[in-house]
């Protein structure tokens, strides 16, 4: 069966950097658009960053925009996401997640297969 395990989640004070982590397994990896989304407390769930099949085109949304970047690497079938400058705002759930939509899709509900998520926390 299909499966997305993330790793890299952790506490870190705001300015500081992570590094999360998806490994995908059960599914023709390079057919997939993959995407990072969080959900804070209290808060709906928001696409965070994209990247298409190839890894030629990404999207990030706005708040991250030159502090966050998604990568893919489809021959170890993995996706990442690195994070830098945090801040406290950062601080949710993160999940990563499979589509073979077409590129950009940018609703939870374009996507099919999600993994079990990773917290973040950022203090400030």
């Known amino acids: 069966q299909v499966q997305l395990i993330e790793s890299g989640g952790g506490l870190v004070q705001a300015g500081g950097s992570l590094r999360l982590s998806c490994a995908a397994s059960?599914?023709?990896?390079?057919?997939?658009?993959m995407a990072w989304f969080r959900q804070a407390p209290g808060k709906g769930s928001e696409i965070v960053a994209g990247?298409?099949?190839?890894?030629?085109?990404?999207y990030y949304t706005d708040s991250v925009k030159g502090r966050f970047t998604i990568s893919r690497d489809n021959a170890k079938s993995t996706v990442h996401l690195e994070m830098n400058s945090l801040k406290p705002e950062d601080t949710a759930v993160y999940y990563c997640?499979?589509?073979?939509?077409?590129?950009?899709?940018?609703?939870?509900?374009?996507?099919?297969?999600w993994g079990q998520g990773t917290q973040v926390t950022v203090s400030s």
């Open positions: 990247i298409s099949r190839n890894g030629g085109d990404t």
């Open positions: 997640a499979g589509t073979t939509t077409l590129w950009l899709a940018t609703l939870s509900s374009d996507y099919h297969y």
């Open positions: 059960g599914l023709f990896f390079s057919n997939y658009v």
